[in-house]
């Protein structure tokens, strides 16, 4: 069975300071991660996946993560935040056709 | 590409009706669904999974009865909340795994509200 944690549910920064939003996930095979990022009243988006390959996956809006095996982590990071990344980021492992998201991390912003 | 649209996004109803809540896969064909339940400022809650022409696989602690899941078509899934209570009042979500079955896009949700 697969599982996400995200060590931290609130994470408040300032204006272009970096950011980095925790994840480890637990699995006994082979897993897909991802990091989706959902805005007030709207559904996810996803903003980058690591399924193969480099384990440093960029994404959009100048997002990136880096998938490391020993640690069984996926932290997503960005060295310049800007107020409108203000929102909830989710974690998730997919395997065996099911999708497993962490609880979430609200990222605040602050101006 | 891949794009999973929800409908509809809102909606308002009175006790005792039931409700209807759409997943359409645009551009792809979906043979396994998702439909989740999000409440305010927490993660999405798993509700059950779909796959095309068979039954949905609930997750345990949902009324498989109250939360009816049809995936007649490779591109359709509904969701039915029969019966609707304030309580079911919440954000529901539904995603598809994309064209190579590895990663789920998301509709847009949709916001129920029962008074």
């Known amino acids: 069975a697969q599982s996400v944690t995200q060590l931290d549910s609130q994470v408040p920064v300032f204006e272009e300071a970096p950011v980095e939003l925790r994840c480890n996930y637990s699995s006994s095979v082979s897993v897909y991660l991802f990091w989706y990022v959902q805005y007030p009243n709207q559904g996810l988006q996803l903003l980058l996946k690591?399924?193969?390959?480099?384990?440093l996956v960029k994404g959009i809006n100048g997002f990136e993560a880096e998938f490391n095996k020993s640690q069984t982590s996926f932290h997503l990071r960005k060295p310049s935040v800007h107020i409108s990344d203000t929102a909830e980021y989710f974690c998730?492992?997919?395997?065996?056709?099911?999708?497993?998201f962490g609880t979430g991390t609200s990222l605040t912003v602050i101006p | 590409g891949a794009v999973v649209s929800q409908h509809p996004s809102w909606v308002i109803c009175k006790s005792g009706t039931s409700v209807k809540i759409e997943c359409r896969s645009l551009?792809?064909?979906?043979?396994?669904m998702f439909w989740y339940r999000q409440f305010p400022k927490q993660s999405l809650m798993l509700m059950a999974t779909?796959?095309?022409?068979?039954?949905?696989?609930?997750e345990q602690g949902v009324e498989k009865d109250k939360f009816l899941i049809n995936h007649a078509s490779l591109t359709l899934s509904t969701l039915t909340v029969t019966s609707a209570h304030p309580e079911d009042s919440s954000f529901y979500i539904c995603?598809?795994?994309?064209?190579?079955?590895?990663?789920?896009?998301f509709g847009q949700g949709t916001r129920l509200t029962v008074v």
């Open positions: 551009d792809f064909q979906a043979t396994t």
């Open positions: 995603s598809a795994l994309g064209p190579q079955g590895i990663t789920a896009f």
């Open positions: 690591y399924l193969s390959g480099s384990t």
């Open positions: 998730a492992v997919s395997g065996s056709n099911q999708f497993y």
């Open positions: 779909s796959n095309e022409g068979s039954k949905a696989t609930y």
